[in-house]
């Protein structure tokens, strides 16, 4: 800018397409998970962390876990295994090997947007120093290109960009953004934002349509580039997540098999399907959901909604887990759902959370929030330990109680799910509410205090009291600065046939499944009450999932139930029969599993076990006489927090 005015600067700016960041981004504080205040096909805008003070409840003490144990721990445990000194080594601060596998960079920028995501919901003076410390650390492995990856350096150096189908290099760069934005949002710190742009620019100077061919390999850059447009408003951002949806995987020579399993490599617009690695098809669902809201281009809404319709059809878990495969991590066949061989990793749980709240963005339709809440309350919500220092890869529906299978692990080799996990955690109060020129939506229910202002600038406090998801009344004070005309829209979850819904004690249509949209002139200390139904159900599935035929799944509200063995002295949880007929006592228990809702059931079991019958029989099977016993049923997400049992989520029906 020494030779030029600023006018003069602006203008040439202007025309490379480039919009000014100070023009471009709202005050860093404003900004949501996801920035769409200029997304011109986001019907939805987020509301900013920071502007949830959530009280206490279900998700503060799993928060406060996070910020006290899980987080510290995991950073002891990535020091441990060199995932930091990979990169002192490279700025020659520390003389040692590499060490893990060559993803591990990802595995430091997850925690760091977790700890970011902290920052936005409060000032931690030591969190924030360990930040900027790591941020120094990684910036001083930065080559002066821009390039900046711990493995592909040294003897590994020629082969950058060469083995794209397993390198890594862009998903860790996708990781780094993603922390650094995060970390803009909370502090209005660039520095590490900087490092990334710097990579990413690298990355649209040579690659591209007209110059040398680029994959994806793992999504994830997607939709970090995309957000990082919602910062810079630097077209070549949005051009380059674009351009790696379209993929370029004739000219990488890529067989059918790999654009399959890396789902990325061919026109995202082409895909009919769910189907490869289950957590690379759902980051790229969300950069594309993300590249959409941006251009609105229809061949991009078909193929979301062709692949959402794929996905609770016949590929999504009760649980909201997706991945059915270990082979491959993979999505399965349409209703290949099995039980204990689901592989459901955390990370897969997460991707599904995160598409479906980019397409509730894209929508703003009540689907794609009850597909959240499933998703967060149960798949998401299992892969951490109740301790906070322990976490799940897989999550599967049974599991056998053999000793040597520990499911939950202070630690893998491939890291990839605790940090996941705790950026979720971090990130939360971000997903409780939107904006739209309509009004406010309140999609997820727990008590604490919103305060934010409608899209024309109206302040709103909205104080919400819950024991949610434990008791189903929600009770809302709305305060707007000022009597305001606006809707408010408030999610009836899909299962919550019979909601009662009042505003001043006056009833309200309330139909599950949709957003009630309550629309007047709201004066100060306008009351609404949502009463959601919290009888226990029984789910059944569809009978083409061939292991569930004849069982049932036990929900309450948002959360499914299971079985353990520990808590069934007397009998075989395998060998356990529901009776429908029998209805289920329900007692709070603060004493149990951090404080849940167990369930007590008067259930049936085989009089002599099946274990003492033949493995094949003459058909028709015998008569068979039950015995009734005791059945004790916590939520899911609890599983295994007392030590290695069984543990069953479908159990068979008495009489089926
Ligand atoms: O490849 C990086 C991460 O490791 C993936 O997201 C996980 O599924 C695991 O394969
Ligand atoms: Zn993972």
């Known amino acids: 800018m020494a030779n030029c005015t600023r006018r003069e600067f602006l203008g040439t700016m202007a025309m490379a397409g480039i919009r000014p960041v100070e023009q471009a981004s709202a005050d ?54 060199g995932v930091i000194d990979n990169f002192r080594r490279l700025s020659g601060r520390k003389q040692v090997p590499r060490r893990g596998p060559l993803y591990t960079d990802s595995d430091i920028y997850k925690w760091m947007e977790a700890v970011a995501f902290v920052l936005q919901s409060g000032d931690h003076p030591e969190l924030r120093a360990t930040f900027d410390r790591l941020t120094e650390e990684i910036l001083a492995a930065q080559e002066p290109t821009g390039y900046l990856n711990t493995y592909y350096v040294e003897e590994r150096r020629n082969l950058r ?166 082979q491959g991590e993979a999505f399965g066949d349409p209703y290949e759902l099995p039980n204990r061989l689901a592989y459901t990793e955390s990370c897969a749980a997460i991707g599904n959370m995160m598409w479906n709240w980019r397409l509730l963005a894209a929508r703003g339709e009540a689907r794609f929030a009850d597909v959240l809440e499933r998703a967060l309350y149960n798949g998401v919500n299992s892969g951490m330990s109740l301790s906070g220092d322990l976490y799940c890869y897989r999550n599967p529906l049974e599991l056998s109680g053999d000793p040597s299978d520990r499911i939950r692990n202070p630690w893998y080799d491939t890291t990839c799910c605790p940090p996941n996990l705790e950026r979720i955690l971090a990130s939360l109060p971000g997903y409780f509410y939107g904006v739209s020129g309509e009004g406010l ?132 949880i395998f060998e356990l029969l529901l009776d429908p007929a029998a209805g289920f006592k329900e007692e709070f228990r603060p004493d149990l599993l951090g404080g849940v809702v167990m369930l007590k059931h008067r259930g049936r079991a085989w009089r002599t076990p099946l274990t003492q019958e033949p493995l094949y029989a003459p058909w028709p099977p015998p008569r068979r006489a039950t015995r009734p016993v005791e059945v004790t049923l916590i939520p899911y997400y609890t599983f295994q927090n007392r030590g290695i049992t069984a543990m069953r989520v479908w159990l068979p029906v008495a009489g089926s």
Not at 168 to 180: D, N, S, W
Not at 250 to 257: D, G, I, T
Not at 500 to 511: H, P, S
């Open 28 to 81: 860093w504080r404003d900004q949501g998970i996801l920035h769409l205040e200029r997304s011109p096909h986001a019907r939805l805008k987020n509301v900013p962390v920071r502007a949830f003070t959530m009280a206490e409840g279900f998700w503060t003490s799993r928060r406060q876990v996070n910020v006290e144990r899980s987080i510290p721990t995991l950073l002891e445990l990535l020091e441990q295994h």
């Open 441 to 572: 939506w309140v999609h997820l229910y727990h008590s604490g205090t919103l305060d934010w202002r409608l899209a024309d600038g109206t302040r709103l406090r909205l104080i919400e009291q819950t024991r949610y998801p434990w008791e189903g009344r929600v009770e809302l004070e709305v305060r707007p600065e000022r009597p305001a005309e606006f809707t408010l829209f408030l999610r009836i979850p899909d299962w919550a046939s019979g909601a009662r819904l009042t505003v001043n004690g006056a009833a309200q249509a309330a139909r599950a499944g949709e957003y009630a949209a309550l629309r007047r002139t709201w004066q100060p200390g306008d009351r609404v009450v949502l009463d959601l139904p919290m009888a226990v159900r029984l789910t059944c599935a569809n009978p083409l999932v061939a292991e569930n035929t004849g069982k049932v799944a036990v929900e309450r509200g948002p959360l499914v139930y299971c079985v353990e063995q520990l808590d069934h002295a007397d009998v075989s």
């Open 161 to 326: 960009f060469k083995e794209m189908h397993r390198g890594h290099e862009l998903y860790c760069l996708g990781h780094l953004l993603q922390a650094a934005i995060a970390y803009y949002r909370a502090t209005g710190s660039r520095r590490l934002l900087e490092g990334g742009i710097k990579f990413v620019n690298y990355l649209a100077d040579n690659f591209g349509p007209t110059k040398d061919p680029l994959l994806a390999g793992h999504p994830c850059l997607e939709m970090a580039l995309v957000e990082l447009y919602r910062i810079t408003g630097d077209r070549r951002h949005l051009d380059l997540a674009g351009y790696l949806l379209q993929g370029d995987g004739e000219r990488l020579k890529l067989s059918p098999a790999q654009m399959v399993y890396l789902f990325s490599g061919k026109p995202f617009t082409s895909r009919m399907r769910l189907e490869g690695h289950a957590v690379r098809a759902m980051y790229a669902c969300c950069g594309a959901t993300d590249y959409y809201m941006e251009t609105g281009q229809a061949d991009y809404a078909r193929t979301l909604e062709t692949l959402w319709q794929d996905l609770v059809r016949g590929k999504m878990y009760i649980t909201g887990g997706v991945g059915s495969r270990a």
